[in-house]
């Protein structure tokens, strides 16, 4: 991949990504302190490399316009932490119920790491030992695997589990629809269509926060999936 192979944000993309900013300043969320710059196309196109696969053209121009979130929870309780962080100034997972944004390097590293675990185990072992223990969420579109090379994680809950775009759905699903994976989620479920669609539920669910449940240090994790 070259960095010209590389699309601008669209249109529908910068529109999702500014609702939600928008949504979180509301609501009262330290943008400016949460959210990186955009990273370059040189970046993207070095990830699209390392994993042998095109990030989805919607997930690319999200990360030319921001290159992921910064440690939310070094913001409220790191060395240089504010005491009390009031109103306006209020951390959170951009993605809500703790799945903050990755900068687009770790996807890279989320992707390899997934890879290992790929290649420490025969196909037939994977299905036995593995896929067996997961579930799909009656109705959705995503295949019963416990990890595929074509699921690409872009935000972390810090336990292992990602939200991730899925290259290969099944029969009635998106090409790049968002779903969720990882060792501690055997539930196999589509979130969104689509990173414009994530996007923009998660401006909406934003919007249904209840101030009243930030704690002491200014965390108040929104419900995404509710």
Known sequence: MTEEAIAPPTAEVQNAWTLLLEALARAGYTVDELLRPGAAPTDIAAVQQAIGRALPTDLAGLYQLSD????????????????????????????????????????ADGWRNWDEVRAGYTPEQLAEDFDSAV???????????????????????????????????????????????????????????????LLELCARRVSEVDAAQVSEDGVLLYDLEG
């Open 68 to 107: 992921g979130q910064t440690d939310w929870y070094q913001l409220s309780h790191g060395a240089h932490a504010q005491t009390v962080r009031q109103q306006g100034r209020w951390v959170c997972a951009v993605f809500g119920d703790g799945w903050s944004f990755d900068p687009v390097g770790k996807v």
């Open 135 to 197: 579930e799909v969420r009656d109705g959705d579109p995503v295949q019963g695997l416990y990890t595929s090379p074509d699921w690409i994680g872009f935000a972390t809950d810090g336990g292992g589990n990602q939200l991730a775009v899925d290259l290969v759905p099944q029969p009635g699903g998106t090409v790049g629809q968002v779903i969720v994976i990882g060792s501690d989620e055997d539930l196999r479920r589509v979130v969104a269509p689509g990173i414009v669609q």
